[in-house]
């Protein structure tokens, strides 16, 4: 029974792989026919403009095109609420920009869509351009856009998942149903990262917050795999603000020792102080830069190499046959796909380590003999 049920897991992993592979594929080789008629893109067919639409995909949006109607040439997905602050409150739904082919009016200002940010235009959508980016004022952007709707939809899971752990805890000393899923990994958090990093005095104090990070991240992570398109930790203002959190917390717990280590280094000559206090001060937002850019760079990655892996289909097709072209591409991006699972785990528990082991660093009390 318990085989059966592995396989039938790796059955509905494959079939997921082959809907999101497909996804792609669907939306890279049809745009929609306005579109392409008003910017004469034709069709992704390119690498330069495969390139150019990967990296359209990995940034975020106002609106899901969760796929393109072949035929019709039309998106169909759902559209995000606007709002802007920009001498008043401003509020409207992203299908008014028509995917940036139009301007939309609020409360007498004007507004366009470029690139996937709003910018304040005349009535004719005129953009001052500076180069390759326009010039244009942009308002203060409070829109749910699809990273702001990841988060919520990753916050309102965590609320059921661990609401659900708790009831079990409540009828018994072991968990049932989905509390059997997360307890080996609250428990894994527990003695294999904050135990051993934090120390048994001070662990229970930050778990937390470790718990949190971790379910988080891991959770973003496995939905940006999916053909909705989330590239939450793939932003960069995200890891940014996972990475200050620990960097605050991190500060306002350290103990006397911690500072006592940074402004003047017991144990060494008072030349070497003043040589290392700046050194170390330095270390301080480095480590918070590390963890920001570690989680950034390999999500970002991960997610490049997959949909390039998936437009091989498109760019060898001439050469090996769609049938042929289709098939590899899919070998290689399933075996990419599982990695990616690896590494959705993965890059949730390094930045839990880490964050935990700057947390130990902090509130650590040294034996003095």
Known sequence: MKNTKQYFGLFLGFIFMIITNFSFA????????????????????????????IKHHLQDAHSFVLYTDGKTGKHVGFDLPVILLDGGLHVFSAAEFHHGEKVV?????????HHGKIYKTNKEGHLRMHGEHPA???????????????MLLTGLLMVIFFSALARGYKK?????GLGRVLEPLVLYVRDEI????????KYKKFMPYLLTVFFFIWIL???????????VTGNIAVTLCLALFTFIIVQFSANKEYWGHIFWMPGVPVIMKIILAPIEVLGMFTKPFSLTIRLFANITAGHFVLMS??????TMKV??????????????????????????FLQAFIFTMLSSLFIGMAVVEHDHH
């Open 221 to 231: 992570n496995l939905l940006g795999l999916t053909p909705l398109g989330f590239n």
């Open 26 to 53: 669907n939306t890279a080789a049809h745009k929609d026919a306005k579109h392409e008629e008003s910017h004469n893109e034709g069709p992704i067919d390119t690498p330069e403009k495969i390139n150019a639409y």
């Open 136 to 150: 244009n004022y942009r308002p203060l952007d409070l829109s749910i856009t699809k990273s702001v709707l990841g």
């Open 319 to 344: 050469a090996f046959g769609p049938v042929a072209s289709t098939g590899m591409s899919l070998l290689l991006s399933t075996f990419i796909f599982v990695i990616e699972l690896l590494v959705a």
């Open 105 to 113: 009016a609020s409360n007498g200002s004007f507004y366009t869509l």
């Open 309 to 314: 892996l998936i437009a091989l289909m498109i």
């Open 172 to 176: 018994g000393p072991i968990p049932t």
């Open 194 to 201: 904050a135990r051993p990093n934090i120390g048994e005095k």
